[in-house]
C-alpha cells in the first residue's frame, strides 16, 4: 500500500469522526478537521517531491468492479499534473479550513460543516488521484454531492435549499453526458485505465474521438460552470463563504480543467472537440465578464468572476496550451481563494452585509482585510508582476501563437472587463465615504488572527507565484514541471501580447477609478437599470428566465398532464371528495364500483390487444 | 351429430356467462353461473372426460354454488350498489376492445394447426386421472394443497373481528 | 388388476428451502392459538427463525443443480439466488414488522404465516421448471399478499387496496393461463425444457407467440409494467407499508425470476421477438414511471411509481440478452430490494399523530429530530438515484454497460436521461428532511431493536454492494449460468 492513499485517508477519517462524534466534538471540531488537512497536505508534499524527482507511478488498493473481461480497480495515477493538484487542493484547503475556524465559530451546526468540508477534500483528492475514468466519474459525483450538502449548509433558508438543489440539478444535466462518454469509451476501447485509454485514444475515428470528447466536456461543462450550464454557480453563493472559495473558487469548479487537461490525448485525436472547448471557453469568459460588470452584491461578482476566469483556462486548454490553463488554475486558486476568503472577512465584519453599496470606506475599519483583498484584486485583474498577470499573460500568447484571433481579441477585452469589475469592487468596498448606517460602520472590526493569517498567506502565494513558477517567460518553470505530461508548447512569448494587457489593465483601472473613486459614488443609483442593456446584464442575460419558460415548465406541465392522464388516483380522489356526503362503507363500494378498477382492467386489456397485435405484425 | 351437440352447448355456456355479466342482480348472476358451469361440465363429457364432468357438477355446480348463493344471500345489503358513475361511457371501450383481442387470437388461431396430441390421448377416467396426480403432477397437486390452505388463512384473517 | 402405480419420484432435498419456511409457517399458525393469547410479539421471532433456516439450507444447497418431481422443480444455482434474495427481503420485512405491528398492537399468527406462505410460493417461482408450477407458486404468492394487502381491516384505504389489487390480479392471473394453454396447445407440453424443444421443431410459431403475449400480460402485471401497473400506486398506498415493501421487492423479485427462465429457457426461439417488445415496455416503464413520479406528494405513491421506473430499467437487461443482460437483472434485484425494502421499512418506522406518515411534506425537518433515521433515508434515496459509491449506482452501471454492449445505445440513451430526471424527485424528499422545518407536529419515531436491526443490515448490503460489487456481480453472473446451456 502506498502512501500515497494517506492524503485521502486523513480527510476521510475526519469527516467520518465529526459525523458521528458531531455531539460530542461540538465547537471543537476543528481539532480534528485542520490537523487532517495539515497531515494530508504534508503527504501531498511528500509525494509531488517523490514524482518529481522521480517518475509517475500508478498503485492499486485493490479490484473493484469486476466482471467478464471488464475489470477496474481502485487505483491511483501520480505523475506532476496530480501532485499540481494534489498541493492546490491540501493546502488552500488547509488554509480555508483554518479561515473557517474563525469565520463558523458559534454556528449551531459546527461539527457538520467540518464533516462535510472534510468529505469535500477527501472527495477532490480521490477525484485528482483517480487512475481510471470509472473511479473519477465515482468521486465527481461525490465533489458534486458535497457541494450540494455545502450551499444547503444553511438549510433554513428557503433560497440556500434551493441553490443546492440548483447546483445538484444543472450539474446532473452535464454528468448525463460524461456517463454516456464513459460508457461509449469503455464500448470502444474496452477499458477505462489512463494509460490504456490514452494509448488507444490514437485507435479512434476522429468522429468517435469528437463524440465522446464533447460528452466528456459536456460534464465539465456542468461542473466547471460554463455555457449553457452555469447557471448554478452565482446561487451557490448562498452556502458559507469559505465554501465559496474552497469548492466554487478554487478546486470543484476546476475539476473540468483537470479532466480536459487529463484526457488531451483523446480531445486531440479529435481536433474539433479542442475548438469547441475553446470556444465555449472563451462565450464563457466574456459573457460572465458582462455579468460581473453590473452585480451589487459583493459574491456575486466573484462568483461570475470565477466563471469567467475558468473560461479562460478553457480557452486555454482548446487552444493546446495545457500548461497554461493549468498554470491559471493554480494562480487563480490561490487569488480568488483570498478574494473570497477576504470578502467573507468583509461580511463577518459587517455582520452579514453582503452589498456593495451599503459598504464604503472599509479600507481603515480592516486595514489586513483591504491590504490582502487590493493584492488579490490586483492579482485578478492581472498586474504586473503577480501571479495572475503571469498566468493570463500565457494564455493570451497561447491564443495568439496558435492564430487563434478570434479568441485572442475577446479574451482581451474580457481582460478589460476583469480590471474593471475588479477595481470597481475594491473602491466600492474600500475607499470612499461610509454607506452604511452608523450603528454598523461602528460595530465593524477587522477579523480575528485565524481569519486575517490565512488571507496573509495566501496574500504572498498571489504575490510569489508567478515570480516562481511563471519566470522565465519563455519555457517557464511551470512548463518545465508539467514538461512529463505534455508535451511541451512550442512558441514564443510575444512582447506585444504583454504590452497590450497592461494596456487594457491601465483603461480598466482608470475607468473604474473615474466612476467609482473619482466621482461621487450614489448607491441608490447602482443597480438601477437605465438602459435595456443594463438590465440585461443586471439579469445575467434573462438566462435563468429562459431555462424555466423553455425547460422547467414543460416538464412540470407533462408530468401533471401525465399524471392526470395515468394516475387515475387524482382523478379518483376529486370524485371521493364530492361524494364524501355517503358513509364511508358507501364511499368505498363506489369507488369500486363505479369504475376505477374496471377502468385500470380497461387498461390492461388495451395493453393486450396492442401487444398481441405487436408480435402479429412482426 | 357430434358438431351439432358441441354447437349446442357452447351456445348455452356463453349465453349463461353473458348472462352472468350482465345481470345486475346477484342471484340471478349466481344461477347463471350454475347453467355455465354445467355446460361446460357437459362439454368435459363430450370429451370422453366422465370423472372431471362429475367432479365438476359435484363440487363446483353443487357444493361450491351453493356457498355462493349462500353467502350473496347473507352480505349483499340491497341495491347499494346503483350509484352513479361519471365515467360509465368509457366502458363502452371494453367492448371493441375485447373484440379485437378475439379478432387478433381467431386470425391466429384459424391459421394454426395444433400439433398431434402426444402421449395417451385424453385420459378420462378416474383411474387415469389418480394415477396422473399421484405420479406426473404429484407436485402441483400438493402444491395446490398448500394454496388451498394459505386461502384459508386468508379468509380466517379478513372474516375474524370485522367491527 | 391394473399394475401396481409406479411410486413417484419424491426428493423432498430439492424442496428443503421451501419445505423449512412451510414448516415455520405451520407452527406459527400452531403456535397462534396456544398462550400467550393476548401478546403475540414472539410469532415474528419464530417466523424470523424459519426464514433463518431457510437461508442456512440455501447457503447448504449452493452450487447444486438437482431436479425433481419429473423436471418440475429446480434447484440450480438461479433458483438459490432468487431465494436468497427472496430471503434475505422477507427476513428484513419480518423484523420491520414486528417493529411497525407491535406498536398498534395489531401483530396476529395469521399475518405472519401469510408472509411465510407468500415466499414459500415465491421461491418455488424461481424452481418452477414447468409452468404449471408457475402458475400456482404465483397464485400462492398473490393470494397470500392480497389478504396482506388488506391486512389493516379498520382503515377504509387497506381493504381497497386489497381488493382491487386481487380483482385486476385475478384478471392478470387469467391471462397468464391462456398463454400457458395456448403454449400448451401448440407445442404439447407445459414443462420448460420440452417447450423450447418443440418450439424449435414444430411449425407452430404464430400460436407460441400469442401464447408468450398472454403470458407477458400477465407477467408485466406482477411485476408492474407500464401499462399493465396501475394498480401499483393504489396498492402501494393502501396497503400496510411493510406488506408494501414485500410487494414491491419480492413478488417483483419472483415474478422477474419466473419470467427470465420462462423468456431464455423455453422460449428462446422466440428471442427476437419478445426482446424487440421488451425494448418498447421498457422504454415506456421507465419513462412513465419516472415523469408521473415527479407530480406525487404522497411518499408511497412516489416510491410506486420509482419502483416501476426501475422495472423499466431491468427490462433493459433482459433485451439486452445474452448471458450480461439477465446477470444484470440479477444483480440489480439485489440492489433494488436492499434499497426498496429499506426506504420503505425506514417510512414504516415513521409515524406522525398516530398515523403513518405518508406525505413528503411529513418528513420536513426529519434531519433535525432523527438525524440517523433521515441518514439513513437519505442513502437509500441516493441508491435509488444511483450516487456512487451505493448499490444503485453499481447496478446501473452494470446494467447500462449490458445494452450498450448489446448494442443497444439508444434505450441505454432514454434510461440515462430518465435517471437524470429522477434525481428531482429523490432529491426533494433529501431536501424536505434535510432543509426544512416541520410545519406541524413533529414525526415521532421510536425504532424497537428488530426495527434498528433490519435497518442496519439495509444500509450494510447497499453500501457494501456499493463498494465492493465484483463477489456479488460473480455471484449473479454464477446464477444465470444454468439457463443458458
Not at chain 1, 469535500?120 to 450538502?149: H, Q, R
Not at chain 1, 500548461?323 to 478574494?339: D, S, Y
Not at chain 3, 428462446?268 to 407530480?295: F, I
Request: hydrophobic fraction near 55%.
Amino acid at each position: 500500500m502506498s502512501t500515497v492513499w494517506l492524503i485521502p485517508a486523513f480527510p476521510l477519517a475526519g469527516a467520518l469522526t465529526n459525523i458521528f462524534f458531531g455531539r460530542s466534538t461540538g465547537h471543537r471540531a476543528h481539532w480534528i478537521a485542520v490537523p487532517a488537512l495539515g497531515a494530508s497536505f504534508l503527504f501531498a508534499c511528500a509525494v509531488a517531491a517523490r514524482v518529481w524527482s522521480g517518475a509517475p507511478f500508478t498503485t492499486t488498493l485493490g479490484a473493484w468492479i469486476v466482471a467478464g473481461d471488464f475489470e477496474t480497480g481502485i487505483t491511483a495515477y501520480v505523475d506532476n499534473l496530480s501532485a499540481v493538484m494534489l498541493l492546490v487542493v491540501t493546502g488552500v484547503g488547509f488554509l480555508i479550513h483554518l479561515y473557517s475556524v474563525g469565520y463558523m465559530h458559534g454556528d449551531p451546526g459546527y461539527a457538520r460543516f467540518f464533516a462535510y468540508l472534510n468529505l469535500f477534500v477527501f472527495s477532490m483528492t480521490m477525484l485528482v488521484l483517480a487512475g481510471n475514468f470509472l473511479l473519477l466519474y465515482v468521486f465527481w459525483e461525490a465533489v458534486g454531492l458535497c457541494s450540494y450538502l455545502l450551499i444547503g449548509f444553511w438549510y433554513t433558508r428557503d433560497s440556500a435549499a434551493n441553490a443546492g438543489k440548483k447546483a445538484f440539478i444543472v450539474n446532473r444535466v452535464g454528468d448525463f453526458g460524461f456517463g454516456l462518454g464513459v460508457m461509449w469509451l469503455w464500448t470502444e476501447l474496452g477499458t477505462l485505465d489512463y494509460a490504456a485509454v490514452f494509448k488507444g485514444a490514437a485507435t479512434l475515428s476522429p468522429a468517435t474521438a469528437t463524440g465522446i470528447a464533447l460528452l466528456l466536456f459536456m460534464g465539465a461543462c456542468g461542473k466547471s460552470a460554463q455555457l449553457p450550464l452555469h447557471t448554478w454557480l452565482p446561487d451557490a453563493m448562498e452556502g458559507p463563504t469559505p465554501v465559496s472559495a474552497l469548492i466554487h473558487a478554487a478546486t470543484m469548479v476546476t475539476a473540468g480543467v483537470y479532466m480536459v487537461a487529463r484526457s488531451h490525448a483523446l480531445f486531440e485525436r479529435s481536433g474539433s472537440a479542442l475548438e469547441v472547448v475553446a470556444w465555449v471557453g472563451t462565450a464563457t469568459a466574456v459573457f460572465a465578464a458582462t455579468i460581473g460588470l453590473v452585480q451589487t452584491d459583493i459574491k456575486r461578482v466573484l462568483a461570475y468572476s470565477t466563471i469567467s476566469q475558468l473560461g479562460y483556462m478553457f480557452a486555454a486548454v482548446g487552444v493546446g496550451a495545457y500548461v497554461a490553463g493549468i498554470f491559471h488554475l493554480v494562480t487563480h486558486a490561490f487569488f480568488k481563494a483570498l478574494l473570497f476568503l477576504g470578502a467573507g472577512s468583509v461580511i463577518h465584519g459587517l455582520h452579514g452585509e453582503q452589498d456593495l453599496r451599503k459598504m464604503g470606506g472599509l479600507a481603515s475599519k480592516m486595514p489586513i482585510t483591504a491590504t490582502t483583498m487590493w493584492i488579490g484584486g490586483l492579482g485578478l485583474a492581472g498586474a504586473p508582476l503577480l501571479a495572475g498577470f503571469f498566468s493570463k499573460d500565457e494564455i493570451l500568447g497561447a491564443a495568439l501563437g496558435t492564430e487563434h484571433l478570434g479568441i485572442f481579441t475577446l479574451l482581451l477585452a474580457g481582460a478589460f472587463m476583469t480590471a474593471f469589475y475588479t477595481f470597481r469592487l475594491l473602491f466600492l468596498a474600500f475607499s470612499g465615504a461610509p454607506r452604511m448606517p452608523r450603528d454598523v460602520l461602528q460595530q465593524a472590526h477587522e477579523s480575528p488572527w485565524v481569519m486575517t493569517g490565512p488571507l496573509l498567506m495566501l496574500s504572498v502565494l498571489t504575490v510569489v507565484a508567478g515570480f516562481a513558477l511563471g519566470l522565465p517567460l519563455d519555457g517557464s518553470r511551470f512548463a518545465h514541471l508539467l514538461a512529463s505530461v505534455f508535451h511541451p508548447h512550442e512558441g514564443e512569448h510575444a512582447s506585444v501580447v504583454v504590452l497590450l494587457s497592461l494596456v487594457v489593465f491601465g483603461a480598466g483601472g482608470l475607468l473604474a477609478f473615474y466612476m467609482y473613486r473619482q466621482s461621487a459614488v450614489k448607491p441608490e443609483a447602482i443597480g438601477q437599470p437605465r438602459t435595456w442593456v443594463h438590465a440585461l446584464l443586471l439579469n445575467a442575460w434573462y438566462v435563468d428566465w429562459i431555462y424555466d419558460r423553455l425547460i422547467v415548465q414543460p416538464i412540470y406541465v407533462l408530468s401533471v398532464a401525465l399524471a392526470q392522464v395515468f394516475d387515475v388516483g387524482v382523478i379518483d380522489g376529486i370524485v371521493n371528495g364530492l361524494g364524501r356526503a355517503v358513509s364511508a362503507w358507501g364511499a368505498g363500494l363506489r369507488r369500486l364500483q363505479t369504475g376505477y378498477v374496471v377502468n385500470y382492467a380497461l387498461t390492461m386489456l388495451a395493453g393486450a390487444v396492442v401487444v398481441v397485435a405487436f408480435f402479429l405484425a412482426r | 351429430m357430434e358438431l351439432a351437440a358441441f354447437t349446442l352447448i357452447a351456445l348455452i355456456a356463453l349465453g349463461s356467462a353473458l348472462g352472468l355479466i350482465l345481470k345486475r342482480n346477484a342471484i340471478h348472476g349466481a344461477l347463471f353461473l350454475v347453467v355455465n358451469l354445467g355446460s361446460v361440465a357437459a362439454l368435459y363429457l363430450t370429451l370422453g372426460a366422465e370423472f372431471l364432468a362429475a367432479a365438476q357438477v359435484i363440487v363446483y355446480a353443487g357444493a361450491i354454488m351453493v356457498l355462493f348463493v349462500f353467502a350473496i344471500m347473507v352480505l349483499i345489503p340491497g341495491k347499494e350498489e346503483t350509484g352513479p358513475d361519471p365515467r360509465r361511457p368509457l366502458r363502452w371501450v371494453a367492448l371493441p376492445a375485447g373484440a379485437l383481442l378475439l379478432a387478433q387470437v381467431l386470425v391466429i388461431l384459424v391459421g394454426t394447426r395444433g400439433p398431434t396430441p402426444v402421449g395417451s390421448p385424453a385420459p378420462g377416467g378416474v383411474e387415469a386421472i389418480g394415477r396422473l396426480l399421484f405420479t406426473d403432477y404429484l407436485f402441483p397437486f400438493e402444491l395446490t394443497s398448500v394454496l388451498l390452505l394459505a386461502a384459508m388463512v386468508g379468509v380466517l384473517l379478513l372474516a375474524r373481528r370485522r367491527t | 388388476m391394473s399394475p401396481v402405480v409406479p411410486p413417484p419420484a419424491v426428493a423432498l432435498g430439492v424442496l428443503l428451502p421451501v419445505l423449512v419456511v412451510l414448516a415455520a409457517a405451520a407452527v406459527v399458525l400452531v403456535l397462534d392459538v396456544l398462550p400467550p393469547r393476548d401478546s403475540k410479539a414472539h410469532l415474528g421471532g419464530v417466523a424470523l427463525a424459519g426464514i433463518i433456516g431457510a437461508l442456512l439450507a440455501i447457503v447448504m444447497r449452493w452450487g447444486t443443480d438437482a431436479r425433481a418431481f419429473r423436471d418440475m422443480v429446480l434447484l440450480d444455482t438461479y433458483a438459490l439466488y432468487f431465494d436468497l434474495v427472496i430471503c434475505y427481503a422477507a427476513a428484513l420485512i419480518v423484523m420491520f414488522s414486528m417493529d411497525y405491528l407491535g406498536r398498534t398492537g395489531s401483530e396476529s399468527g395469521e399475518y405472519y404465516s401469510l408472509l411465510l406462505f407468500s415466499t414459500a410460493g415465491m421461491m418455488l417461482m424461481a424452481s418452477a421448471g414447468d409452468l404449471i408450477v408457475v402458475f400456482l407458486a404465483l397464485e400462492l404468492m398473490s393470494l397470500s399478499l392480497y389478504v396482506l394487502a388488506g391486512f389493516f381491516k379498520q382503515r377504509l384505504t387497506s381493504g381497497e387496496a386489497s381488493m382491487k389489487y386481487f380483482l385486476l390480479g385475478a384478471f392478470a392471473s387469467s391471462f397468464l393461463l391462456y398463454g400457458i394453454a395456448l403454449i400448451y396447445g401448440a407445442t404439447g407440453s407445459t414443462n420448460l425444457d420440452r417447450i423450447a424443444a418443440a418450439a424449435a421443431t414444430r411449425n407452430a410459431e404464430p400460436m407460441v407467440l400469442i401464447g408468450l403475449a398472454m403470458m407477458l400480460v400477465g407477467f408485466g402485471f406482477k411485476i408492474s409494467s407500464v401499462p399493465f401497473h396501475m394498480w401499483a400506486p393504489d396498492v402501494y398506498e393502501g396497503a400496510p407499508t411493510s406488506v408494501t415493501a414485500f410487494i414491491a421487492t419480492g413478488s417483483k423479485a419472483a415474478a422477474f425470476a419466473a419470467m427470465i427462465r420462462v423468456l431464455v429457457v423455453a422460449l428462446r426461439g422466440a428471442q427476437p421477438d419478445w426482446s424487440a417488445l421488451l425494448w418498447a415496455l421498457a422504454a415506456l416503464t421507465m419513462t412513465v414511471g419516472n415523469v408521473v413520479a415527479l407530480a406525487q406528494s404522497n411518499l408511497k405513491r412516489l416510491l410506486a411509481y420509482s419502483s416501476i421506473a426501475h422495472v423499466g430499467y431491468m427490462l433493459m437487461g433482459l433485451v439486452a440478452g445474452g448471458g450480461p443482460g439477465p446477470g444484470a437483472v440479477l444483480f440489480y434485484l439485489l440492489a433494488y430490494t436492499f434499497t426498496t425494502v429499506g426506504a420503505f421499512g425506514a417510512i414504516a418506522l415513521c409515524a406522525r399523530a398516530g398515523e403513518e406518515a405518508v406525505e413528503v411534506s411529513d418528513y420536513a425537518g426529519l434531519a433535525r429530530r432523527h438525524p440517523v433515521l433521515a441518514a439513513t433515508l437519505a442513502l437509500f434515496f441516493l441508491s435509488l438515484i444511483g450516487i456512487p459509491p451505493l448499490a444503485g449506482f453499481v447496478a446501473k452501471f452494470y446494467l447500462f454497460g449490458a445494452a450498450v454492449r448489446a448494442g443497444y445505445i439508444w434505450l441505454t440513451v432514454i434510461a440515462v436521461l430518465n435517471s437524470a430526471v429522477a434525481a428531482y424527485y429523490y432529491l426533494r424528499v433529501i431536501v424536505y428532511m434535510y432543509m426544512r422545518e416541520p410545519d406541524g407536529e413533529p414525526v415521532a419515531v421510536a425504532p424497537s431493536l428488530a426495527g434498528g436491526l433490519a435497518l442496519t443490515l439495509a444500509v450494510a448490503g447497499i453500501v457494501i454492494l456499493g463498494l465492493m460489487p465484483a463477489p456479488f456481480a460473480d455471484l449473479a453472473q454464477v446464477a444465470v449460468a444454468p439457463l443458458l446451456r
